[in-house]
């Protein structure tokens, strides 16, 4: 089962900031919050990743919070390009390298 | 730069016949190097994975096997389908033994469909 719970769905205006938040209550100190997206009939794309800290890359933003039981993908910008699937992850180590993903955030930016 | 290479893109079977869908990875040694599957409308259903040639570990049991003959080359085979084994299969690849900074690189998938 996925660590993590998002939102099925979420809309956003072309132009303005897209905030995606995460809930990973039972996340443990060696793990790492991992961000995708899938736009329709393609592979996941890798957007970014984060221990601790806030992370800021050419795609997104990647606020954890101070306790790391929730987190928020922010596209400062979206175009209706950025229409995907978002998945928020948290790699589970169970003698190889898994990754669950669970069923993710459809975001639907409109113009 | 690294690539990953999938085919073919598209695929209609009929039920009971044999699959192999194939992987190669460009640009990289030793990746570790995965098999995803999606049915339609659902999320990634992780199927197998591998951290070196002839290394395989099956997440769900099922009909598909996976094998590594090459280094960089990961093969999904069946050798009967079910109506089931529809959907959209992903094949990855990531750097190897890094510990958490695991990311995974997709490559553009297979869609197959079993009539």
């Known amino acids: 089962d996925a660590k993590t719970t998002q939102p099925p769905s979420m809309d956003c205006a072309e132009g303005r900031a897209a905030n995606l938040p995460c809930n990973h209550s039972t996340i443990s100190g060696n793990e790492y919050v991992y961000w995708y997206r899938q736009i329709h009939s393609q592979g996941p794309q890798y957007i970014i990743h984060?221990?601790?800290n806030n992370e800021t890359n050419e795609m997104a933003s990647l606020i954890i919070t101070e306790d790391r039981k929730s987190s928020t993908l922010i596209l400062p910008h979206a175009t209706l390009r950025d229409t995907a699937v978002y998945y928020c992850i948290v790699r589970v180590y169970t003698g190889g390298f898994k990754t669950i993903f669970g069923a993710g955030t459809r975001l639907f930016v409109k113009a | 730069s690294q690539t990953i290479h999938q085919w073919p893109a598209t695929l209609v079977q009929p039920v009971g016949s044999p699959l192999s869908l194939e992987c190669t990875v460009e640009?990289?040694?030793?990746?570790?190097l995965y098999w995803y599957r999606q049915a339609a409308g659902r999320g990634l259903q992780l199927l197998f994975y591998s951290v070196g040639i002839g290394q395989i570990s099956s997440e769900v049991p099922q009909n598909l096997s996976a094998s590594r003959p090459q280094d960089r080359q990961f093969i999904l085979s069946s050798k009967k389908l079910l109506l089931s084994d529809s959907g959209f299969y992903l094949c990855a690849w990531s750097v190897g033994l890094a510990g958490d900074t695991d990311t995974q690189y997709f490559g553009p998938g297979t869609r197959l469909t079993v009539l």
């Open positions: 984060g221990l601790k």
């Open positions: 640009g990289t040694s030793n990746p570790n």
